[in-house]
């Protein structure tokens, strides 16, 4: 047996969740008269990319209001210009991954290792409310995938740009929020929507100016809380189920098992080298500059189109 000094075993148990810690990139809010929490990601500097860290404290906060019997409904919102910009590839994940159950060590780990993060939202005993605004992006837009309730911005982005040179997505969540010609044209292209579109193919539930949008998901989430949570989080099981039986859970395996096959195309390993090598400015721009040019040159002919049938 090694003589080696060990760290002491330490038991993190359901008690762990009873009331929130220190938290360095979150700010948790709980109001027990409205029955209503907020976790709030406080990383407004680096547009609240998610970061390993940031990660942690998100999901023990969401556990601290579902372990609180005086909280219903959870909003989960961003400060700052934009709710996340998604996971932070700009060298702000580092090694100290969360602890989210199976790490699924190995090849092909990442993809699957945020899935079994995100279905602790989707089994969450509370109802989860994302308010977003800004950009959406990426990781983000898994993130607000497996909230139960949306409530967005008129100019909102939600995209998953990174598409377009790496892997990902990590998460297909596209063709359940969405009709089958835009998830297709989206994930062929790595191109956004923005909030009043995603309203109106029913992807969001409300679209509110930016400067109303605190004010209105505060009394939504207070309309929701009028039901005690032991009554909807069975309702939220039931129908999660109704999902899971057309196959929700396999169809995300399934994608997240493929991103082992897409990271080793030639590609992605050119676009991860140059991102190695150049700031994310630059990195992005490179990437993105090509479909904002075309997007452009389409845009003209369709206002064109759109002037012409004015004129008949």
């Not at 993130?143 to 911005?153: A, N, Q």
Request: contains cysteine; glycine residues 6%.
């Amino acid at each position: 047996m090694s003589t080696d000094k060990r760290a002491p075993f330490e038991t993190h148990s359901a008690k762990w969740y009873e009331k929130p810690l220190d938290y360095e990139v979150v700010i948790y809010e709980a109001n027990h008269e409205s029955h209503v929490a907020k976790v709030t990601m406080n990383r407004p500097e680096k547009r609240n990319a998610l970061s390993h860290q940031l990660r942690a404290e998100i999901f023990h906060a969401l556990k601290v209001a579902e372990h609180d019997n005086d909280i219903n409904v959870i909003i989960l919102k961003g400060a700052g210009p934009c709710f996340s910009a998604g996971y932070d590839i700009g060298g702000g994940m580092g090694t100290d991954e969360p602890d989210f159950g199976s790490q699924y060590v190995g090849s092909g780990h990442w993809a699957r290792y945020l899935i079994n993060q995100y279905w602790q939202i989707w089994e969450l005993s509370k109802v989860v409310i994302a308010q977003t605004h800004g950009y959406v992006l990426a990781g983000a837009s898994e993130l607000c995938f497996v909230c139960d309730l949306l409530v967005t911005s008129p100019d909102c982005e939600f995209g998953y740009p990174p598409m377009r040179t790496m892997s990902a997505p990590d998460l297909m969540w596209f063709p359940w929020l969405l009709p089958m010609r835009t998830s297709k044209e989206m994930i062929f292209t790595g191109d956004n929507i923005t909030g009043k579109e995603a309203y109106r193919l029913g992807m969001a539930n409300y679209c509110v100016s930016e400067k109303d949008i605190d004010e209105f998901t505060e009394i939504f989430a207070k309309r929701v809380a009028l039901i005690p949570w032991q009554m909807n989080t069975l309702r939220k099981r039931s129908l999660h189920k109704a999902y899971e039986l057309m196959g929700v859970r396999e169809a995300l395996e399934i994608c997240a098992l493929m991103q082992e096959e897409l990271d080793n195309t030639n590609t992605v390993k050119e676009w991860r080298e140059l991102i190695q090598k150049v700031p994310l400015k630059e990195y992005i721009a490179k990437r993105d500059g090509p479909y904002r040019e075309y997007r452009a040159q389409e845009e003209a002919i369709l206002a064109r189109a759109a002037q012409e049938e004015a004129q008949i």
